[in-house]
């Protein structure tokens, strides 16, 4: 069993590599699929199992070498949204 969740675990880490490739960030929307697999979901689940601290350490270190940020990125910035400082 534990082969399976890591064979699935590897095989959703290569669609975020996909993903940012395509993209240029780890970011991915929550309702995004990757080739059929629920990829934004996967994302979500990894930083929940960070918050409640039972994340692989290794596995860690492999999301973060790609980029991944454990805090869900805002996706534009205050500037992009009409308001304009100075006024």
Not at 3 to 18: E, H, I, P, S
Not at 70 to 77: E, N, Y
Request: proline letters at 3%.
């Amino acid at each position: 069993e534990w082969g399976l969740l890591t064979a699935t675990w590897d095989k959703m880490y290569t669609l975020l590599q996909q993903f940012k490739k395509r993209e240029g960030h780890c970011n991915v929307p929550r309702s995004h699929t990757e080739d059929e697999a629920n990829l934004g979901v996967w994302v979500n689940n990894q930083r929940q199992l960070k918050t409640k601290e039972k994340f692989d350490p290794d596995r860690q270190k492999r999301l973060e070498e790609i980029g991944f940020k454990w805090a869900r990125q805002v996706k534009a910035p205050l500037k992009n949204l009409g308001f304009e400082s100075g006024k």
